[in-house]
Antibody
Framework: QVQLQESGPGLVKPSETLSLTCAVSGYSISSGYYWGWIRQPPGKGLEWIGSIYHSGSTYYNPSLKSRVTISVDTSKNQFSLKLSSVTAADTAVYYC???????????????WGQGTLVTVSS | SYVLTQPPSVSVAPGQTARITCGGNNIGSKSVHWYQQKPGQAPVLVVYDDSDRPSGIPERFSGSNSGNTATLTISRVEAGDEADYYCQVWDSSSDHSPVVFGGGTKLTVL
């Protein structure tokens, strides 16, 4: 059974960098698939942040691209998110997820982490 | 950017059938995926590729997609089905995010 677990600080100061890690168990990242980050502000809907392939190839939500870096560490079977220059608008539950190829086009997310709340506040 | 429109809420009595719609321009040409999210929990994939179910998801959950509307149908609704439901597609036709989620529908079991 594939399991994902997010970890990182729950409180980040404005203008600083949010850093989270997603540890994967039950599946080797090196075996394939894209791996993504999605966030959900309190009481709101889901927003995709970006994704990474085991080779390190990435693509990001254009609205966040200038502030986002996603990296992968296959030796530790984990991938990470960095979001710079955060503001209160970045307060959200952050999820990591495995990304699968859809039949017609695109991708969907079949396994999700439990999520971690990150609050941006001084 | 591509927009997915869901009704904010749907209510249904136990044992009845709930239908949650997801509207989008020519959505029938895309693969639609559905997620269930209970309070305080992560989303769970309940339907992918319009109408396929992951292992462990009851047959009561089904999906369809045609024209400008995709529909998640939950038959014989149970109290445990009460949750928020999100549809999702992939759209790379613009400079916006290719991963598009609907705004979510809150299913209330009366």
């Amino acid at each position: 059974q594939v399991q994902l677990q997010e970890s990182g600080p729950g409180l980040v100061k404005p203008s600083e960098t949010l850093s989270l890690t997603c540890a994967v168990s039950g599946y080797s990242i090196s075996s394939g698939y894209y791996w993504g980050w999605i966030r959900q502000p309190p009481g709101k809907g889901l927003e995709w942040i970006g994704s990474i392939y085991h080779s390190g190839s990435t693509y990001y939500n254009p609205s966040l691209k200038s502030r986002v870096t996603i990296s992968v560490d296959t030796s530790k079977n984990q991938f990470s998110l960095k979001l710079s220059s955060v503001t209160a608008a970045d307060t959200a539950v952050y999820y990591c997820a495995r990304q699968r190829v859809a039949t017609i086009t695109g991708y969907y997310f079949d396994y999700w982490g439990q999520g971690t709340l990150v609050t941006v506040s001084s | 950017s591509y927009v997915l429109t869901q009704p904010p809420s749907v209510s249904v009595a136990p044992g009845q059938t709930a239908r949650i719609t997801c509207g989008g321009n020519n959505i029938g040409s895309k693969s639609v995926h559905w997620y269930q999210q209970k309070p305080g929990q992560a989303p769970v994939l309940v339907v992918y590729d319009d109408s396929d179910r992951p292992s462990g998801i009851p047959e009561r959950f089904s999906g369809s997609n045609s024209g400008n509307t995709a529909t998640l149908t939950i038959s014989r609704v149970e109290a445990g089905d009460e949750a928020d439901y999100y549809c999702q597609v992939w759209d790379s036709s613009s400079d916006h995010s290719p991963v598009v989620f609907g705004g979510g529908t809150k299913l209330t079991v009366l």
